[in-house]
């Protein structure tokens, strides 16, 4: 953690177990990345990997993509975002989210070295489905030279959560009106075989479907 992203409001919603947070990294799938791309700013969805060994996180993206060439050494923010639930309270001004956030900023680099931009990418498949990098055929020559690597340190990385019921006002409460919390989690649906194979749903999509079930 540092100044710029240490907790300014609320702090004591501020998680400071550090595995925690590496924790939290590692079970989601998708990413903001906000960063300058010239003259203006952009926020876009990306799949992304924690690497534990490098305490760093990886993105991807197209070499085409403008903002992949904007963002080697510049400063970005990464946000990843759970809701677990909506609180409902017995006003608007009290109506929130329960949620875990985590913000990441630091000096995005450039993954140059075919061998690391290899394991970063194989790092984002798994990320989605553990194990399912073991099952695939490895990357092509065309297909890595057709993809942008960014690592961004975990060094100036905070996590901020809200769990919890209603906060009102003791006037509301007497009023009467129902309030409570909604839960919300993201849940796995049956596997969809794509119809050009004829074999079973493999042992690893199977126990991530599990998993999220």
Known sequence: MSDRTRLTRLRERGVENREELLDFLAGQFIAHLAVDAGGYPVALPVAYALDREGDQLYVHGSVGAGWMRSAPG?????????VDGLVLARSGFH??????????????????PEEERARALDLVVDQIVPGRVS??????????AATSVLAVPLA???????????GDEPEDVEAGTWAGVLPLRLAAGEVETDPLTSRPVPED?????????
């Open 74 to 82: 510049s400063p970005v923010c990464v946000t990843v975002t759970s």
């Open 95 to 112: 109506h929130s989210m329960n949620y875990r956030c985590a913000v990441v900023i630091g000096d995005a680099r450039l993954v140059e």
């Open 135 to 144: 099952t695939l055929r490895a990357n092509t020559r065309k297909e890595l």
């Open 156 to 166: 100036e990385a905070s996590l901020k959560r809200r769990e919890g019921g209603v």
């Open 205 to 213: 999509v199977a126990r991530r479907a599990a998993e999220l079930r």
